[in-house]
């Protein structure tokens, strides 16, 4: 999978501490925090849009890049 880039939207998991499970939503990546580098961006986080809110996502949250 690739790194996600600014201005992409991705597929997330979110909300693994509700009952039902983790869902997919859909974000926007606003910035990243380039802690690591390539292969181990998954330990990076990633500042998020999703509906006008603000969201920090965890690099290992991200499923798939929305075509």
Do not use: Q
């Not at 039902?20 to 390539?38: A, H, Q, R």
């Not at 998954?42 to 999703?50: G, L, P, T, V």
């Amino acid at each position: 999978m690739k790194t996600p880039k600014i201005n992409e939207y991705w597929h997330v998991k979110y909300g693994e501490a509700l009952p039902s499970g983790p869902i997919n939503i859909i974000v926007l990546v606003t910035e990243d925090k380039k802690e690591f580098n390539p292969p181990n961006w998954r330990c990076n986080d990633f500042k998020c849009e999703h509906r006008g809110n603000e969201l920090i996502v965890p690099g290992n949250c991200f499923v798939e890049k929305l075509l």
